[in-house]
Structure formats: C-alpha cells, structure tokens
C-alpha cells in the first residue's frame, strides 16, 4: 500500500464560481489529512467530456458538490452522464470512491435509482443525521455516534435506495449515505468536506438560490452547530480504505 505522502486523488469538480473552486479543494485535503498538490482537480465545466480511464491513474475518485448544476437537466449540462460513466467504470475497475452531495446524486442514477427535486421543504444547515443498523458493521461508521450532526444543503435528494447498495444514514427526507456491496464505493448527500465557517461562507455566496433573502440566510446561520464527526469520515476513508487497503474486497 503506498503511504499518506504518496497518495494521489482525483477530485471530479462541479463547480463554476472561482472561490468555491478554492475553497473546495482546500476543505478536501484538510479534512482527509492530505496536502493540495496530492489532488488532480477535473473540473467538469472546463472539461465536460473526458476518457474514464483517467481514474486509472490516481488511488481514490472524491465527487464533489454542485450549487450550479442538476443530475436531472442532462441536456443542460452534458457532463451529467460522462460523469455517471466515470462512477460505473470505478466500479468495474475497483477504484475507491467517495462521493459527496452531487455526487452522491451522480451514484443514484448511475446504479439505476430515482432522484428528485423539491423546492420548498429541503434540506438546509446543519442537521442530526440517523445511521441505521447496517452502519455498525461499516468500515467508516462504526465508530460515528448516532445521530451526528452534518452539513446539508440541496434541492435534489432520493429517497429510494439503488439496487446492489446498503444504507448507512438517512434522515426523515431522504437517504443521506450508501455503500455500493462489495465496493470501495461510499457516498453522503451531507457535505463532509464542510465545517460551520464553510458552510456560512457558501451559503451567503448562494444565498439567492437556497433562501428567501438576509433574514432567512441569518436564521439558517445562527442555528449552525460544528460537525467534527461528519468531517472525520474523509480522514478514515483515507486511513482505513486508501492507507490500510481494508474494504477493497
């Protein structure tokens, strides 16, 4: 197995505006314990069509969230299958991954599950998250108290989950965490690469797509709490998959 310094990841990025580029990166490395020159960033809108053989090159594929773009407007952005491609070629190939929010969306319709959008009563801030019986044989949540608390913030969720895969945490709307059987493969709709002071930071850059203006913005900020266990689990993706080689098999 290669140790931490010699890690390489593939961060497959869906993000258009500059500080969020940034600052998406940086919350990756830090919180898996990994510098930013260990990442390659493929940024899918400057790169919308890409060979997924690519992944070949890197220990670990990380997906991570979008405030820009939908897995359910494909003919609007024509980098939603190619990137479902990527998952599945993962699969084939045994590649590690860990995919967040969009990402997370990305894996339910590449296994073939239902993902839908609802614009009135989503999820927003920091929120208690429930982890199911399952999740106390699991690789990365064994050891996560339940519930812990977790960033999330989208309009698109599924509440079904894809076939083949076992639930891990979930909260009253929707499936917050799966692991394909088998697979090196986790996903979390909750965002782990985001902290409290991230979470405010991108909320007031996207304040006019998820809130109802300033007052709401500063309702959904004041109730935000640290979420230390959910920015744990990057680390012990990094630790137990990509440095111990346990859950290869």
């Known amino acids: 197995m290669p140790e931490r310094h010699q890690l390489r990841i593939l961060l497959l990025q869906i993000r ?72 599945n070629y993962c699969l084939e190939h045994a590649v590690p991954v860990f995919a967040s929010c969009f990402g997370h969306q990305l894996a339910v319709k590449a296994l073939g599950g239902h993902v839908f959008r609802d614009d009135h009563e989503f999820e927003m801030g920091t929120l208690p998250i429930s982890l199911t019986a399952a999740a106390s044989d699991d690789l990365l949540f064994h050891d996560t108290p339940n519930p812990f608390m977790a960033v999330s913030v989208h309009r698109e969720r599924a509440t079904e989950l894809p076939k083949g895969c076992v639930l891990l945490a979930e909260t009253g709307a929707c499936i917050h965490s799966f692991r394909v059987k088998g697979k090196p493969f986790w996903t979390t709709q909750f965002h782990p690469e985001v902290s409290k002071s991230i979470l405010i930071s991108r909320l007031t850059i996207f304040k006019d797509k998820y809130t109802d203006g300033d007052g709401h913005l500063q309702q959904v900020l004041d109730s935000a709490v640290e979420t230390p266990e959910s920015n744990n689990l990057l680390k012990k993706f990094v630790d137990r998959v990509l440095l111990a080689g346990e859950g290869l098999n």
């Open 16 to 87: 258009d505006e500059a500080l969020t580029r940034q600052e998406e990166l940086d919350s990756f490395a830090r919180f898996s314990g990994l510098e930013n020159s260990q990442f390659t960033i493929l940024n899918l809108f400057d790169t919308p069509e890409f060979d997924p053989a690519v992944v070949l090159d890197y220990d670990a594929l990380y997906v991570g969230g979008s405030s820009e773009a939908s897995v359910l407007e494909p003919d609007h952005y024509p980098f939603v299958i190619p990137a479902q491609h990527l998952l």
